[in-house]
């Protein structure tokens, strides 16, 4: 069984339907954690799920639509853990590991926080009585910083990671395809279409492309940096998707003559399933 929950499927922008991206792979019991945007936590907790089960964490790129609620989620993560402290790795474009460092590191912002935690009598006592055993450890993560390339392998599945294209002059991006025996799904992220997302997408069963609405609004200026509806169909077409997921749609898709538009123009190059995501929907791939 394989699952994929849209936690987030929003911009930097807030909305009344949406906020920040976050995406969460469910393959039987395994969680794989893809970004973790505004409000996360809350919306994971809303959907029943339990970040406690959640082993890896994927980051595209650190815009803060994608990274803010990091430090809840390593934070949530680790106080809810009673004995049982599963491991937890990140995996992310550099500055990964100096991000999480700062945060929950041994000098990082929240080392105050977790001093009281493992210290306090009563932070004990509510630790213990989740089940935890003295002395209560710190959080534990391990950190892999990763480019265009690396592969990475897991519990019945692999990861190939590829080049996008945003803001690359500013900031390091990465593209990830999960294969499975049921099923590939890519999910590049911030893009504009490049030849190596097309390479990455190539026969993959579903596509969770990140599209800003309609590709005649802003084109010329946003495009290059995160791909419209008319790039990402013809993409879609060439690659051969079976089903294509739509996530991080701009506030331009809120008025109805733009999303008929936007997916008009999709539907005129791709003629397989599209899902227009949206937060706390969950989808079963396979």
Known sequence: MIKLHLVGTGTPTPSKHSFGTCHILQIDDQYLMFDCGPAAMHKIAQMGLDPTNFGHLFM???????NADLPCFLLVRWDQMGRDQKDLKIYGPSPTAWIVDRLIGAD???KDDIHSRISNASSL?????RGGKLPRPRPQYEVNEIVPGDRIEGNGWSISTGEVHHF?????????RVNTPQGDIALTGDTG???????????????????????????????????????????ARDAGIKKLILSHQAGYFDEPANYERGMAAIRENFGGEIVYGKDLMTLELF
């Not at 595209?60 to 994608?66: G, M, N, P, R, V």
């Not at 006592?125 to 009585?129: A, H, V």
């Open 108 to 110: 990082g912002a929240y």
């Open 125 to 129: 006592y509510l630790y213990e009585r």
């Open 60 to 66: 595209t790129h650190h815009h803060f639509d994608h």
């Open 168 to 176: 690359p002059a500013e900031l390091n991006s990465i593209s990830y």
């Open 193 to 235: 279409m490049i030849p190596p997302v097309a390479d990455l997408i190539k026969g993959a069963d579903v596509w969770v492309a990140h599209c800003r609405g309609p590709s005649d609004i802003d084109g010329e200026i946003i495009g290059p940096l995160v791909a419209g509806t008319t790039e990402i169909g013809i993409a």
